[in-house]
């Protein structure tokens, strides 16, 4: 990272786990802080700093408090759910069934953004660095109940879709 004037990084736990996602954003927190980086730009995740005790949050969070120890110049975007979630390969076959399917109550609101809109936002971070720096944003496009979610999918689709709360 020698010579770069910002960086962005995200990290995620869906391919190798917790542990190995808190490994990766600090060893870029570390990296970052050797090579004297101007502006790093983390992506996090929505309350991440709330202590809801979901473990992908704390991971998280944990990221962004090394980022905050070694002192690296940053800003923390937090988005909330991905719409995109909704082809993921849990919910994506229940959809070709005609149904949603989460823990959510059906009236309960959900915020939303897109991953296009995270990287609109991220650039808009870096592009303008003295606005956004030490700065920490959650993210959000929409919010919407299942109930609410369940009609656009129907009318977008042109098939019934019903919505179906499962165990948490």
């Known amino acids: ?32 802080s050797s090579a004297g980086i101007a502006h790093l730009v983390f992506s996090s995740v929505g309350s991440a700093d709330r202590k809801t005790g979901i473990p992908h949050f704390e991971s998280k969070y944990q990221v962004e408090q090394r980022i905050k120890e070694l002192g690296v ?28 399917a989460t823990a959510l109550p059906v009236d309960r609101l959900l915020q939303q953004v897109s991953v296009r809109n995270i990287a609109s936002f991220a650039v808009l971070a870096l592009e303008n660095r003295d ?38």
Do not use: C, W
């Open 1 to 32: 990272m020698r010579g770069m004037d910002a960086v962005f990084t995200m990290s995620t736990p869906f391919e190798a786990g917790l542990e190995a996602e808190t490994r990766q954003g600090f060893a870029v927190a570390d990296v970052t």
């Open 73 to 100: 110049p940053h800003t923390v975007i937090r988005p909330v759910y991905f719409f995109e979630n909704i082809f993921n390969l849990f919910v994506l076959p229940g959809l070709k069934a005609g149904k949603l």
């Open 131 to 168: 606005s956004f720096l030490g700065r920490s944003i959650d993210i959000a496009l929409d919010e919407v109940t299942r109930e609410q979610a369940t009609r656009v999918l129907s009318e977008v689709s042109g098939r019934s879709i019903e919505y179906v709360q499962t165990p948490l």
